[in-house]
DNA sequence: TTGTGTAAGTCTACGGTGTAGACCTATAGT
DNA sequence: ACTATAGGTCTACACCGTAGACTTACACAA
């Protein structure tokens, strides 16, 4: 963010609505609209001159606040991630997994069309490279087990397992797109009457299935399945009642 | 560089062109070619002139084999998916499970600039519009899960833990990029020593774990909890073994 | 032979892209 | 009053995907 003046003088943020046609530009204001646009567009949508057209300027006064589209991509990332809650202390360490888990996954239906970004951008950039706050998950996750009792090492691998099985299952639950939701024959729905019958016999008989994916209740059992086999092949130093 | 393959007139009618015509465009050449580039230097460098210059043709020439860029991309991933063999028979389910997990994982590491594309292009296609060979995977596992013993349903939820697993599996594995391959120390190596030591004192305390990361025997570890779990909890209808 | 249809490849052009660099302009500090 | 500077604009350049018309080369019917 911006260095405000210092705290010596007055603050003399007298803003007067006539020095500027429109409220004025920040990194915030950019990153909002960014985000704004990708989620109503897409990706592919947020070009330099559409986003400036958006917040009423000219395209090169956004690189004052992102060195080039790719940051501003990076920054759109970040202020998803910026949403993702850490459930407060008070909870063992599995509930707090779960409910940042659900979290997680409120996160990439409420803006599905970031979700590539999400899980893309870090394998082009070292993870110190990386902005800072994609890198904040990473900690505040370590810090939780290491607080819950893990080694180090062990929380690291938890956390490995654990993001890991998160990033699947929202990928998995977002390709479960319909083509055509009007459309009320589950075939039609997914497209898959496109697909030769004798080629792709169970893809096709299970359709009613693909078209209905209770993706809470899946992601549910997973963490079952994920939570107790971390819990059972390496434990906490102390036991967590 | 002369015409010295085709000596025969008969059909050697081949003088106009600046280069010396190659051996004729096709699909197959033109993927391969697409691919090629793609691993070398990365998605953003597949664009239709430069793949038309690396093939040695005009690049509406492309148009001839692919319908657009994108339609090119999705044969990329489609390249690379049909590398994938599905484990012959005479082994249980998990252990064929095993052994695609690992063959995805080397897929994977080979192809690292193709992995964004495999995992994030079907979000953008329902199911029964994507490439064939983008779906042919998921008929072939639910084959074989259905042949194993599972009620279809139940295959079709292995397969969904089982692929987001691998999908999450290999993101995260890929994520752990070096800066810096010839630094020897850990920390810079990852570039951590640009994060704030007050702020991230995990990550970069665990600075050596993160660059050392041994993906197949995390893969194995992961697959152990999974299969114990998807065998706990839902059983195939007979026993098999 | 000639004519014709077709597939393969080329050429040109259009509107769009990211962004470098020079420029403008209003304000803050002296 | 002067000037430095931050915020924003303008212009320009090289590159992008691709529509549409054009040029071939060749198979085959007459």
Redesign the interface.
Known sequence: MSRSTNPVGAEAAQQHPRATRREPLSRERVLSAALALVDAEGVEALTMRRLARDLGCNAMALYRYAASRDELLDGVVETVLAELVIAPDGSGWEDRLRSIAHEFRRLALAH?RV??LV??R??A?????RP?GT?RP??ML??ML?DAGFA??D???VY??Y???????V??E??????SPEESDDLLR???????PQ?????R??AT??AHYDGAA?LD??L???L???SG?RRPRTTVG
């Not at 997914?190 to 030769?196: F, T």
Request: net charge negative; aromatic share 8%; glycine share 8%.
């Open positions: 599905p979700v590539p899980v893309t870090p394998l950039t070292p993870l110190g490279l800072l890198v990473l900690e370590l810090a290491v180090p090492t929380a690291l691998r490995r397992a993001f890991g099985f998160l990033y699947g299952h990928l998995t977002l390709q479960e797109l319909v083509a997914l497209g898959l009457h496109r697909l030769p080629e792709f016999p169970y893809v008989s299970l299935e693909l899946e059992q997973g079952d399945i994920l107790t086999g971390l092949h």
